[in-house]
């Protein structure tokens, strides 16, 4: 009830439409339920009367009304329509810019698949229901009840009579309707389930194709498919037993109707006008009960598939502006300061944690809480002091806590205990989306889109002019790879930039983020897949980007931090070292033992 009353929020701003939709439909209702009348008429006034002119005049208001019937449906059809597409556009337009909303904490569980599936083929089925199956719903009992009254008013008992089939036809229906139900929410979770199975395999063909994994995927899938398969026949099965039954039920209306009918017409106790006129009424009683059928489908179906979009729409964006909009982001400069900052991933909220619970209990499990996040912590009590313009090389084993520290500035996630402040302001008081303007990333997995190579390195300046995209792609060592390209800056790249080497997409990636020409950036092993020719033919440009600008560097290759003015060595999210290079060279430790390893690997591989 509470889903059937939600989307009705959705059809809300559509009320005129449903007004003129629902209007025409009722005068289609009308038309149908004065054509037997007519057609009484024609027996009873005109043909035993011997009244031609009467029967003209009758066979033409038919036509009339039938005419009006056909213009009215061609309205009602389109106005239909723009309901149901309504909802569709609003619930896709909302998805969206849900998930656009949605915190990292989110898709590190989501699945795309499902996500995908939610965003089409639920709303559709949604869309079934409010654009078809509610309208035709009230059209339907419109029709019956309509019809009744008009049956009655003739012949009560006759009518009577003929819905003695009736309860038992409501029966098949409630029991139809209750095992169909489930079986659509099997359906639609399944088909969620069937479109991730497909979307991993599209994004990770290449994996497959190096384990030759094909046919372990293959039947993977084939599974989901036949799992998929086997509950729409049990579907079709249900659907099978009860729509015939409901038919045959239906008959045996007509079959006592003609009986009974005939009868009173033989004891004269009814015209032969309204015998005929109850034939044509009888369709109104067993078309709405037919379709009651294939509503209640839609309707089960909807009712599956309206709460899946509803949870994403549902699901708490932890990670927002303040509430009054946040403090201006455009006045960085730079400073950043972790204060006993402490992070692990699975942060419930005190929400999530206390809902519930009294008081008592409630500091009691927040207490307990604490402590479990301190133990699951991937980040200890960080407590930096980065002054702005200096460049921080961030060094520690894989695993060690580097990229999540970063991860923190940004607010991708919040602390868990501490805080992140930068010009002495807590990064959780700026406006969110400014605040992540002045951090420009270069991740270690650079994501670029189907378009030409100069929207994505425009991606987060659209406005730039072709002079600063070149420039930013001359800093980041691109610019004369691109002009040799076929069509220079236009080439189109596909997905996930297939067509360019690793080195290339992470030089894209680097440009893209001088571009934003941010007071902070941040460069997670920005030069991890590049040749070392290249690797340093980009820290000469990196010099000249750095400048003025706090820069974070997270790279494994010492190489690539010999310019940093200071390196922080994480191991298991604590500070273990810090200091120059000098100064750590000086020190036994992780620094020192790593400078050993390369220099080793270096000269055997000499
Ligand atoms: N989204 C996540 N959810 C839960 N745990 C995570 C997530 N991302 C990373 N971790 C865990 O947090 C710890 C720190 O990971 P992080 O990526 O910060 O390390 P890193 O030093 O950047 O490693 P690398 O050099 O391999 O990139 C690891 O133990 C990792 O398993």
Known sequence: ????????????????????????????????????????KVFDDGISK????????????????????????FAQGYTQELIGQN???????????HLQRLPFKYYDKAQTGQLMSRMTGDIEAVKNFVGFGGM????????????????????????????????????????????????????????????????????????????????????????RNEQNFETNMHRAKLEANAFPLMGFLGGLTFLIMIWVGAVYVANDKMSLGTFMAFQWYTWGIIWPLNMLG??????????????????????????????????????????VKFQNVTFAFDKKSNEEQTKDLSKKEAAAA?????????????????????????????????????????????RFYDVSEGSVLIDGIDVRDYELDGLRRSIGIVPQETFLFSASIRDNIAFGRPEATQEQIENAAKKAQIHAFIVNMP????????????GLSGGQRQRVALARAILMDPPILVLDEATASVDTATESAIHEGLLEVMKGRTTFIIAQRLSSIRRADRIIVLDSGKVVQQGTHRELNEQDGFFRRLLERQEMAAASSH
């Open 1 to 40: 009830m509470a889903t059937l009353l939600r989307l009705l929020k959705y059809v809300r701003p559509s009320g005129m439409l449903v007004v003129a939709t629902l209007t025409l439909m009722l005068l289609a209702t009308l038309i149908d339920l004065l054509a037997p009348w007519v057609l009484r």
């Open 50 to 73: 011997s009244d031609m002119g009467m029967v003209l005049m009758l066979a033409l208001a038919l036509f009339g009304l039938q005419l009006g019937k056909s213009l009215g449906s």
């Open 87 to 97: 909802v569709v556009f609003t619930l896709r337009k909302q998805m969206y810019e």
């Open 136 to 223: 035709m719903l009230v059209a339907g009992m419109a029709t019956f009840v309509g019809t009744l009254i008009f049956m009655c008013s003739m012949q009560w008992q006759v009518t009577l009579l003929a819905l003695s089939p009736i309860p038992l036809l409501l029966i098949v229906m409630w029991m139809f309707s209750r095992k169909v139900g489930p079986a659509w929410g099997k359906i639609r979770e399944q088909m969620g389930r069937l479109t991730t199975t497909l979307q991993e395999n599209i994004s990770g063909i290449r994996v497959v194709k190096a384990f030759a994994s094909e046919s372990k995927e293959k039947s993977k899938f084939a599974g």
């Open 294 to 335: 294939w509503q209640i489908n839609i309707f089960q179906q909807a009712l599956k598939a309206a709460p899946r979009v509803f949870e994403v729409l549902d699901t708490k964006v932890d990670i927002e502006s303040p509430a009054d909009g946040g403090i201006d982001a455009a006045t960085i400069r730079g400073s």
């Open 366 to 410: 927040s207490e307990q809480d604490r402590m479990e996040q301190e133990n699951r912590a991937v980040i200890h009590d960080i407590q930096l002091d980065i002054k702005q313009g200096e460049v921080i090389a961030v060094l520690g084993a894989t695993g060690s806590g580097k990229s999540s520290l970063i991860a923190l500035l940004s």
């Open 487 to 498: 069509y220079g800056y236009d080439t189109l790249i596909g997905e996930r930039g297939v």
